[in-house]
């Protein structure tokens, strides 16, 4: 058997005079065409849309999609009696995390936690949460090299931890002096 080159046609290039983007001029001749589905300038569009089908809606703009969740983030803590810089900051924060891609991870506590679980807990955060946020960052008097990190790893584990906080609070109140 002998090998040989398989030869390559030359292809055809696109017409570049034409400055139109519009629209595709193509060769009629082998195509009928209707002539409403020729535009005044004699040409064919590119991508035309089949009569009777709806026009898909068009993509939420970023900045309206935040400043919904912002809204619905708001109406879940009760932003209405919190109004400090603090909780703006806390809303940011939560927002920022709720525009992530689904298919993301986000680091919380040193550890990559799919973006999924992530929203799934700041979802769930109420007033009550944003509460015991503040109070332990208040309170706390370590050095926090990353706030971003520390208030992150805060409001996820909130809604786990706040019941036994309390608690352990309550029994140091009443059991163990202070």
Same mark, same amino acid.
């Given at each position: 058997m002998k090998?040989?080159?398989?030869?390559? /046609? $030359?292809?055809?290039?696109?017409?570049?005079?034409?400055? $139109?983007?519009?629209?595709?001029? !193509?060769?009629?001749?082998?195509?009928?065409?209707?002539? !409403?589905?020729?535009?005044?300038?004699?040409? &064919?569009?590119?991508? /035309? &849309?089949p009569s009777g089908e709806k026009v898909p809606p068009k993509p939420m703009d970023v900045m309206e999609e935040m400043n919904i969740y912002r809204e619905l983030v708001r109406e879940r803590i009760d932003y209405s009696y919190h109004k400090s810089e603090d909780v703006d900051e806390i809303v940011e924060l939560i927002v920022e995390v709720l525009m992530m891609p689904d298919d993301s991870t986000l680091r919380i506590a040193g550890v990559d936690k799919p973006i999924a679980l992530v929203k799934n807990r700041f979802m769930k955060l109420d007033y009550s949460h944003i509460e015991y946020v503040l109070y332990s960052l208040h309170r706390n008097t370590t050095k926090v090299g990353n706030i971003k990190a520390y208030l992150l790893t805060t409001l996820y584990n909130a809604s786990l931890t706040i019941s036994n906080y309390y608690q352990a609070e309550v029994n140091h109140d009443l059991y163990g002096g202070g």
């Open positions: 090998t040989e080159l398989q030869e390559v /046609p $030359k292809s055809n290039c696109n017409k570049t005079d034409n400055n $139109k983007t519009e629209y595709s001029e !193509t060769d009629y001749s082998e195509t009928e065409y209707n002539e !409403t589905d020729i535009s005044e300038t004699g040409m &064919i569009p590119s991508n /035309p &849309i």
